[in-house]
């Protein structure tokens, strides 16, 4: 079975600073894929970033970037210079490649408030 | 091109009843899934249709029932609603999975939210 923990329930910053989001995850298999999605208050679901479990080159992208570690199973999550509009729930969730379909697991989601 | 559409955008029934949801896929997008997101938590699989049959589900019980039309549009039904049933529901379109190390990018609608008084 397949478990994503996201530990962090809420996180206040106030703007411009940095924030980490974090995720674990559980999986046997060795093929998967790692998502970050933001949902505002409106309620869609807006893709992030994606990770496939045979890349652990860390990246930037813009604000965003992330750290993937096989060994500790984590793929968190950093916005850099926060700003209000970042405001949202970020849930981390994963995909499991055997088996067919395309069902995503999710983590329980952490609540990010940036403030003035 | 249209994104993901999904209506009603709310809905309030009562215990008992019976409610249908609608999803009209991505153009191109032929696999539909359904999610169900309770308050606080992560969306959470309920099932997934393609060719019209459902291919894979989620640990939902029967009262949770699906269908899949030729032009790949999609409903849930959910039958006997609950107070736990209260929730939003997410529509999620895709193509086919194909095998290998592909991976075919879900878009999600943006929900209905379900009430259940």
């Known amino acids: 079975a397949q478990k994503v923990t996201q530990a962090q329930t809420e996180i206040s910053v106030v703007e411009k600073e940095d924030v980490t989001l974090d995720c674990v995850y559980e999986t046997r298999d060795t093929t998967y894929y790692l998502f970050w999605y933001k949902q505002p208050p409106s309620g869609e679901l807006v893709f992030l970033i994606r990770?496939?479990?045979?890349?652990?080159q860390n990246e930037i992208s813009g604000r965003y970037s992330w750290n993937f570690q096989k060994s500790t199973s984590s793929f968190n999550f950093t916005i850099t210079a926060s700003q209000v509009v970042d405001s949202a729930v970020y849930f981390c969730?994963?995909?499991?490649?055997?088996?067919?379909?395309?069902?995503?697991?999710f983590g329980t989601g952490t609540q990010l408030k940036v403030e003035l | 091109d249209a994104g993901v559409t999904q209506s009603p955008t709310h809905l309030i029934k009562t215990r008992g009843q019976q409610v249908t949801l609608r999803c009209s896929p991505k153009?191109?997008?032929?696999?539909v899934s359904w999610y169900q997101q309770a308050l606080g938590q992560g969306p959470q699989f309920i099932f997934q249709y393609y060719e019209e049959e459902e291919r894979q589900r989620g640990n939902f019980p029967d009262r949770f029932s699906g269908h899949q039309f030729p032009n790949y549009s999609s409903e849930l039904n959910v039958n006997a609603l609950l107070l736990g049933d209260s929730a939003l529901y997410l529509c999620?379109?895709?193509?086919?999975?194909?095998?290998?190390?592909?991976?075919?990018?879900?878009?999600f609608g943006p929900g209905t939210r379900l009430t259940v008084l």
């Open positions: 990770r496939n479990s045979f890349d652990e």
């Open positions: 999620a379109s895709s193509s086919r999975f194909a095998s290998g190390l592909t991976y075919n990018e879900q878009f």
């Open positions: 969730a994963l995909f499991i490649l055997t088996g067919g379909g395309n069902k995503l697991t």
């Open positions: 153009s191109g997008h032929d696999t």
